[in-house]
């Protein structure tokens, strides 16, 4: 089981549990702090869960999360969204029939 956006919580007992039945645990670096981050590593290091840095924006936190013994990661230091030309040209779904 992937658990996207965790955050770990102390005063919350699931918090500890939730991460029994993880496989992979993705990690918002914009919205979570280092300090929430190393607490989160220390968890997932004990449990041997893989770890996916996302939203990787900078070489920096690209080098940290390599440091700290991330996984995987994705970002928009990696690469940005690109829109499509062949899709601009096809007309929309659209399921409902008026």
Do not use: W
Not at 24 to 32: A, E, K, Q, R, S
Not at 48 to 64: D, F, G, H, L, Q
């Amino acid at each position: 089981m992937a658990v996207d956006d965790y955050v770990f919580n102390e005063t919350n007992p699931f918090a500890r549990q939730l991460l029994k039945y993880a496989d992979i645990i993705n990690v918002d670096f914009l919205n979570t702090t280092k300090d929430m981050r190393e607490k989160i590593e220390m968890l997932v290091n004990q449990l041997k869960i893989m770890t996916v840095a996302e939203k990787v924006e900078t070489r920096e936190s690209y080098e940290e999360a390599k440091s700290k013994g991330y996984d995987y990661f994705q970002g928009y230091f990696f690469a940005k969204p690109v829109l499509c030309l062949h899709m601009m040209s096809r007309p929309i779904f659209n399921p409902i029939k008026r």
